[in-house]
């Protein structure tokens, strides 16, 4: 007969209703602070931690990442494009144009990912 | 009425509830409480599916981390349920003799319950029995018991 109970762990210290168990065995890999679940069976204790925490903040820090990128750098990269543009001859004029057009369409591809790491986030379980 | 003791943990199956109503009287309690589909002692009705290092179990703390019925978590901590204080103590502590009569095919016992951790002559503790109480002759009938 099983039993599961919430826990925490804390330098690889397992708390469960506030008293600290011994002869656990952590499952999870990391050495963070972190909230799971103890499985006591008969007489032995595991501890596995909740990933959703660690994935949710990945994906903060990646669309973070992406939204810094898209604000950072296409813009500048496009008005120094249209500066080049309107500086040069016919070709490269065309050919500054052509870059801008993909920085464009790369910065879409940009916010098409921020969206759906927001959509993959809300659905975390 | 059906008895069943349980590494100390006591089980009570009327066939009706009168049975279980009187027979309250000679441990001088109110009412047994109802678990599942049987009727114990109100404390050990309190007697979780666990225990955790430390936290106390009624009365006593737990001596290990362990999960199972509540007379295997009582087993695995060593303790039994003691009739007279309606608490739990140690099993280790619990020093009575029991007075059994081999009577046919059943062993006699003079009290209506058998205080687990009782010894019978220089046997190891009686933690486990089962048996039935005859409420005409306040007499409890053990059919078979099991000791360590």
């Not at chain 1, 144009?97 to 879409?108: F, K, N, V």
């Amino acid at each position: 007969m099983s039993k599961v109970l919430a826990a925490s762990c804390v330098n690889g210290k397992v708390t469960v209703e506030g008293f600290e168990l011994s002869n656990v065995e952590i499952l999870s890999e990391g050495d963070g602070a972190s909230t799971g679940v103890v499985i006591i069976d008969t007489d032995r204790a595991y501890y596995l931690a909740k990933t959703s925490p660690d994935l949710d903040t990945t994906l903060a820090k990646v669309m973070e990442a992406l939204e810094g990128i898209k604000v950072a750098v296409g813009p500048d990269l496009q008005f120094a494009l249209t500066l080049i543009g309107s500086s040069v001859g016919p070709s490269e004029g065309a050919a500054a144009a052509s870059a801008s057009a993909q920085i464009t369409a790369g910065m879409a591809s940009v916010t098409a990912a921020i969206n759906a790491l927001t959509t993959l986030k809300g659905a975390l379980k | 009425m059906k008895v069943l003791c349980r590494h100390g943990h006591f089980a009570f199956y009327p066939r009706d509830a009168g049975e279980i109503f009187r027979f309250c009287d000679y441990f001088d309690l109110e009412q047994f409480k109802r678990v599942g589909d049987y009727f114990t002692f109100p404390a050990l009705a309190e007697v979780e599916n666990y225990s955790l290092l430390g936290k106390k179990i009624l009365n006593l703390p737990a001596i290990k981390t362990c999960a199972g019925h509540p007379w295997e978590v009582m087993a695995m901590n060593g303790y039994v349920y003691h009739i007279a204080s309606e608490s739990i103590l140690p099993k280790s502590t619990i020093a009575g003799r029991a007075a059994l009569f081999s009577v046919g095919d059943y062993f006699l016992s003079e009290t209506p319950l058998i205080q687990p951790g009782s010894r019978i002559d220089s046997t190891g503790q009686i933690l486990s029995y089962s048996g039935t109480f005859v409420e005409g002759y306040s007499e409890l009938h053990v059919s078979e018991f099991s000791y360590e």
